[in-house]
Nanobody, 127 residues
């Protein structure tokens, strides 16, 4: 019901910054949580950050707290992930996802709750 398209990935050096965007379209019946996940080669998909419909609730993977900031603009149907102080271990394909909910303050880390996924954007942090 929700189509998602990520953009903003690329090749950067350690310590640099990137801002990822996720544009949503479609006709959701309910409010939805938006989240970011990532997957590095040979590793499982990993939760990174999420933000509630209301924007009052956010959640972050411990290793990105203080470096990454998730935000959303519901008027533009867009979510962002500002990534600062990037490290080589941040290298992965980053996916955005949406999970329907009737609770405007709800967030979740569970991949099974997210029914709609983007195609992903590559982030590479290397010297």
């Amino acid at each position: 019901q929700v189509q998602l398209v990520e953009s903003g990935g690329g090749l950067v050096r350690p310590g640099d910054s990137l801002r990822l965007s996720c544009a949503a379209s479609g006709r959701p019946s309910y409010n939805y949580v938006m989240g970011w996940f990532r997957q590095a080669p040979g590793k499982d998909r990993e939760f990174v950050a999420a933000i509630s419909w209301s924007t009052r609730s956010t959640d972050y993977l411990g290793s990105v707290k203080g470096r990454f900031t998730v935000s959303r603009d519901n008027a533009k149907n867009t979510m962002y992930l500002q990534m600062n102080s990037l490290k080589p271990e941040d290298t992965a394909v980053y996916y955005c996802a949406a999970a329907a909910t009737s609770n405007a303050d709800f967030t979740t880390r569970a991949t099974s709750r997210y029914a709609d996924w983007g195609q992903g954007t590559q982030v590479t942090v290397s010297s």
